[in-house]
């Protein structure tokens, strides 16, 4: 059974200085159970030389979304709706050749494991040198050069040395630097780090945050930083989207989000009691009940079946029936206000965590 859902709120226009900006994007896949809906009309904007940190629980449809950013997908099992603009440039509608020209060039990604970025046959040198060679015409000598540089840049001792290594040659934190090395040769405006530091031991991890965060500034790169480790949001991140069902809940810059949380699922992520109360520091109730289904999505707020407050009958039908969508800017995708939450919380919730 499907339910129409009517939509509330529209997503402005993004403004000067964004480098990227998508608005109202769906994606969907074909699969052999029915259409994935994996994402639901998703709107935000990275400006220039800032870090977003996307986070939200697993299958959210956070690596999808920078995926399609990317073009990433099989057009034969995949549907994109909506608009994404890199500097101007549209790239739902773009060619493969031209994706092909903006990916390792204008736009980087990082992965988890740099093993799917780097290719066991080749030295690691050359894998840097390759998209140098590729996107700016530079010699085979200029573009060694190049990498060469590149490895003392992310911190490889020796790095003239080291460049003729394979990639089995290297410790997993170093691979993780070549992968970097690889990713920023070309000076892309544009990086995707997809839980870049995630298998990594916490004193290589921090030297990597470390190293972004000084690319970033020599290179001025805008990044998008997904991790479910929301100490490495706060120090790397200048804005925050959160996530849920293929839609953004709540965004703000990594203060208004992690200080002022006011989507309920956020909440429930931060794993702390929501500041409306300032005296009342006890743990929240987690948040019960499991993400929804991306085939039978459910109608309205995709949060409202595990939401604590939709079964208040003043609001229950807007919330079963009316989505509430997240323009751009500081908000939530919420139909209360933060004082009717506020007076909720005190009167009702509160008393009844004791
Ligand atoms: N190629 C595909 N075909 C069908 N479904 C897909 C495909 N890729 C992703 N999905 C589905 O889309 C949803 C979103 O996936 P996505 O990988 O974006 O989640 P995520 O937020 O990155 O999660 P995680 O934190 O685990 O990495 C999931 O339900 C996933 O199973
Ligand atoms: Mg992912």
Partial sequence: MTTLTKEAGTPSPAGAGTLLSVRDLHVSFKTEDGIVKAVNGLSFDLQRGRTLGIVGESGSGKSVTNLTVLGLHNPQFTTVEGEILLEGQELTTARESELEKLRGNKVAMIFQDPLTALSPYYTVGRQIAEPYMKHNGASKRAAWDRAVEMLGKVGIPNPKERAKDYPHQFSGGMRQRAMIAMALVCDPDLLIADEPTTALDVTVQAQI????????????????????????????????????????????????????????????????????????????????????????????????????????????????????????DRGSACHLTAEQKRTIFIEEIKPRLG
């Avoid at 290179?219 to 120090?235: R, Y």
């Avoid at 989207?241 to 839609?247: H, N």
């Avoid at 006890?282 to 009940?289: F, H």
Wanted: glycine share 8%.
């Fill in 209 to 328: 945050l470390d190293l972004l965060k000084d690319l970033q500034q020599e290179f001025g790169t805008g990044i998008i930083f997904i991790t479910h480790d929301l100490g490495v949001i706060a120090d790397m991140a200048d804005d925050i989207m959160v996530m849920y069902a293929g839609g953004a809940v709540e965004r703000g810059t990594v203060d208004e989000v992690l200080r002022s949380p006011q989507h309920p699922y956020t909440w429930g992520l931060l794993n702390s009691m929501p500041r409306l109360d300032a005296d009342l520091d006890a743990p929240l109730e987690p948040i019960p009940g499991a993400p929804p289904s991306l085939l039978t999505p459910p109608s309205g707020c995709p949060f409202h079946p595990r939401c604590t407050f939709q079964d208040r009958v003043e609001f229950r039908d807007r919330c079963v029936d009316v989505r509430p969508l997240l323009g751009p």
